[in-house]
């Protein structure tokens, strides 16, 4: 009886192993952390989910730190080679307050991060929110810096950063304008581009665009492998449980 449960032991181990070995390995999947506002919402403020707390943000990226993630930034998706545990933080509107909290923080734990530009209002403020809080935005020169310091790598938005119109005229205008205007005024190449709200093949495609790295607005974690252009983003203001997520690569 020993010897046969014995054998039956040594065979259901061999049968598991093979599974194991013959197993198809699921593409990796990347992180890819939205952040909107930074700081504490002032008490006119319509949606105070928008803003992230700058002692959330330091929480958050510490614990990146310690965990051995890899902030990585848009240019790094095209080399082909990533660091082991990588993770994207996109922020988005260029707002002048990202000097103030959030590249410190970035200093502090030796981290990267992408931030979006809508190239219309460069230097002014964020018009696009009718009802406000308006905050400044980044200048030609804030941006140069940010630019030559190797931790900021810019990403086209929709020119005055609202969503996409319907008419895709007006898209393909809309996304040649951002990309050649960001480049011609700014000398920024964008390789990535931030399309809320819209299905990014169909986008790019009515506008003629190729861009490399594509991210759009839908609610959640990127479900892409790592091997698609297309990578969904996870507003971090509103996502409660950040245990599971940030500290293990997800598998789709």
Known sequence: MT???LSAAAALAVISAALWLGRKRRPDVLPVIYIDKTGRPPAFATDASAWTPVQRLD??????SRKKY??????????GKLPPRPVLL???GGYQSFLGDVLPLLEKYGLKAAVTLPVEFIGQYNAWEHEGPWQ???TKKQISELKD???VEFVADTPDGNPLPQDEEQIRWALTESKERLKRLYGLDARAVYLPGRNPTQTLHAAGQEYAVVFNGEKG??????????LKVLPLARFWILTGLFWRMVRR
């Not at 929480?59 to 990146?64: G, H, I, K, Q, T």
């Not at 890899?70 to 080399?79: F, N, Q, R, V, Y």
């Open 90 to 92: 996109l922020f988005r």
């Open 221 to 230: 974690n990127n479900l892409q492998p790592l091997e698609g252009r297309t």
């Open 3 to 5: 010897q046969y449960l």
């Open 149 to 151: 310091g190797g931790r």
């Open 70 to 79: 890899h902030t990585i930034l848009p240019a790094d998706l095209l080399s």
């Open 59 to 64: 929480r958050l990226f510490s614990r990146l």
């Open 136 to 138: 400044n935005l980044l």
